[in-house]
């Protein structure tokens, strides 16, 4: 079940970048949530590749079909498959460079594990474009969660060192929407936008960060000591690729606090605990506390440049220079934001059903 | 399975904190290992308390037991349950406390999540003397490493701010037992020493960080797409409480850095594929490279701290002023470092058990 | 995880009856495998419908699609989806009777699980159509545990109270291809025909049993004490639409006999151990014991029959008289003699995994 | 997880016969059951050898202690570890026969499987005493299905070829007292006991056959179509040693039977939905439909008779006869009662929290 995720929202992946099909199967879905190929449509679109921002040309006409567990516009309780067939591949630059594992990608590890038998085109299932069978699933689970008034939302915060300044959650709504860096704060948005064409032109990539929210959700989501909520949510969050980093509310600067100031504070708030601060980011001794959930996650700059690197060649087992050709991204960072917004919200559904926030069926 | 971790050797953490014992079954083990309850017990020393640098006056004498699962010295294939009793309890500052969560602490997102119904003495389930559970199985996980020749270690990499310079893997070997803290930068050791012993006097607390590091793991370990290699790595650790955050090789530095700069050439060496660098920190596509795996966790200072804190009496619905009483670490971020090292073998076992790097029966 | 089963080699069924398809996806399947579409297509196949004994007319040309994790005609590692697409579906009948219930189908315990939105058409993922998707994870099981010498065959043993002479391996491969009822006993064969067919005429169904029988299992396959060889083959059976019952070697008759007689003699043949009988089934403590592995399985008549019959009105809560009209098999066993060997190899599969008896790369 | 059952109440089994200690971790039991030693005592005491039916003769004065998981009397959510040290053991026997497995037993399997490593004394792992872990277990399911109004019980049906004759519940439950046997029918206990001293005599040993019933479980409970009620009721009955078969309402019966009898026709009965027959031991569909769960698991003779046998001696390669000696019981059939009881509440209980029929905090 490696290719499977949650354990009663507990979704499947499938499919490769060149193959026929991505898909996805989701497993635990209650009955009754009405569902429809459009609901799953707008998120995957949000992945789509952006104008202006030097991102791959490949033209991902994606278009999502139902292929089970809805009926009548509402989903059943059997297991919801979700596919997108694949278009417009060109395989040919890959034949090539079949021994030839690009630093920085899975070709390496993956040659090693599966025997040369892994399908090497595009990354097979180590491309970027699995992430749409993310994205699927987290269409699902963000409609899920809107029955019960959670919302999961994410947004570029970093590219290329430089930052965007921190935005209330009304603002980073309404910003994300209005650059193709999905960044809610502008200024910083151009700035970012200059650097990737900059480093687009040089035929290098820059890396990133992305901040996830989810708000609303209720005290008590998470079921120590290992299946805690942070646990399984950094888990979702690196299965992403070029993910190297995750960390939750004050992340790494704790190493730098002291208790007095790290502590959040207890109060009363329209007759409902809250802490003053959010340093914990919404969670305790793996245990959501009702206060927002806010994780970020560090992406590595995208490892196909069109700079000349070195690699060995596996058949020859030589040294060789490497020029990778295609079409790619120069930043893969405002991609990714729908999909750490997809996986955060699969992972808060599965711990809400665990947990009996959402009822098996949905009325 | 909330408290169970790992598919093929998988451990199951019971006990509290104020409790009879606090133990762990270990199911999957091979049989055939060599196992004294002296292996377990030396590992579980390393977590007590060290002297001069503000620990729990708490006296834990931890004696560990064999309960189940060896015969002749060796793992028999059954399931090994270890076992420590738990001596030197003093409730009676809890019992004042019971409805009055500690900032920081997991308190009140336990009681709301088991309805009050959880042993709060001590923190229960919730407490640092839980990681004890975690050592011993890491224990028997690092045994079984060895037997195929991998390595796990960890050193103290900064306590609040203060900054171990970065050491070759020989000297962190070396330096990691000369001094309290587990730094193998003895300079940066006295400073945080200082650190502590401050913060420390005015009943407060300090944050830090580990890095942990696995040698000669083989390539190919990790399941992607979602048991990989790092996502299951980054669970485990987040298990341990008080992490805000996990990386890996470069980690969140990749935010700003180029692709040119971050991939990491391959080449070979004395016939076998290496990268030049390891931005990587070990891993690929979720997969070990073959390099040595890398990861840095950050430990949020300890939130049992002398100082007045506010918080709310949650059988009065008032605010309140706390002052927290008892034994209490200053900084925990060297006990947490043979818990980083053990959650760290235990998920590398469970991974190379699955690629049949490590056999079902050991000879 | 309830529509998967399988630990290392798991499998996800998903479609319904009457929907847009049925499909499986296999998690684990080792990199290198040769797979055809053939290789599924032919397992499929022997669930057609036979003519002569009375099976549903529903042509079903069930025609299987490779959607992934294949690659130049092997496997890659990655997770294979099979498909098939629904044809000649015509769902009139059950719309009128959305809310009565037929005695002995799982129509009214769909209903109140799933809050009625469950797709009732055709039974839905209660249909025996669903035992598609079994039969072509079997196809690849069988594929696999074929690279190490291990075979899974089934027949049918009886039909409504007649039942076969048991026969020997060589005779039982041979004869089930020579009648449509895959009976290894001609002569009670033509006698369960005219049963079956005498059955038919009057409108009503008759059950049977299947034996399933696995060679070549080497010994230690099984991972008690829960995850016993036989209580995993028993659940994967009763997976089974109509499934009551499945026993192991002796069986139920073991409750009237002795220990000496039940107890099979070990001894040693061609230098290797073996049992001078078979009563265990090849299942001791759990675990494969070197002799074949017999099974078992007791079908009940299919509840669609064409006699009046009583049940509820669930909207109207009222008793009321039923007829079923559309196609139907009047006895199912045969076209689930190949579902049996399916559901075997799947689980055999899957401990051959875990016991490192099959390799993760096939080469 | 191989020692681990249930996904969302899931018990862990530790222990061996003549090890120190048997225990069980259960993990997922809501917070809130009251629940003392007492509770779980009187289950372990049902299964103590009875005098006058041939008995092992090893004074098993268990006593169970509760180690962790609950707090002033009530669960706390968090494990509940339950354990009993060993006693009166006594393996000087099982020295001696190390390398002579006992036919019928899981000597030599166990023995293949850990590669000589496993405890054999006393069976080790494979001992009837390991079922004392199941019924610790099982004593937290029943009282947590108690609060939901749902009761399990068992009685033998058959010993030997001699069966009971059908009882009301109100017969059973009164019945199982008032003799060893733990039957029903008090005229064929009688014979029963005849059988088993005649048997015992010649140190031979006897097969049977036990029924567990489940009442007033509530419609939904099951997840099809791999974790169906039936499938992991059987493979938690299996899971009991000497069990060969498992069957459901009718049974192995529905082989021989037609559709039109075969099928309960459903009714209204105080406005609640009923069959008037129970052929389908309340399972429809791998769903519980609200009627008596019944099934019936057959167990086979007790392996160990004095009689002489003929093994292989594993160390010389030669066959050898053997005489086994020590305390054994002709019949097992009696001391399974309880267990069959144990793993039935056991299963039913995981289901009743999937399906969320036990709430997750017991108030």
Known sequence: MENSFGKLFTITSFGESHGRCVGVTIDGCPSGLALTEQDIQKEVDKRRPQAGIGATKRTEEDRVEILSGTFNGHTTGAPVCLLIWNKDVDSTEYEKMRFLPRPGHADYTAFSKYGGFNDFRGGGRFSGR??????????????????????????TIEIGGIKASPKKIDEIRKNVTTNPLRCADPTAA???????EKVREVGDSVGGAVE???????VGLGEPIFDTLDGDLSKAILAIPAVKGVEFGSGFSVAGKIGSENNDSLAIKASKIVTLTNNAGGILGGISNGMPIVLRAAFKPTPSIARSQKTVDLKKMSTVSLEIKGRHDACIVPRAVPVVEAMMAVTICDFALRAGVIPRVIK
Do not use: F, R
């Open 130 to 155: 699995i992430t749409a069978t993310l994205v699927m699933a987290g269409a699902v689970a963000k409609k899920l969660l809107g029955t019960v008034g959670i919302e999961v939302l994410a947004h």
């Open 190 to 196: 151009k700035e970012m936008i200059g650097l990737i």
């Open 212 to 218: 996830g929210i989810a708000l609303n959700v209720p």
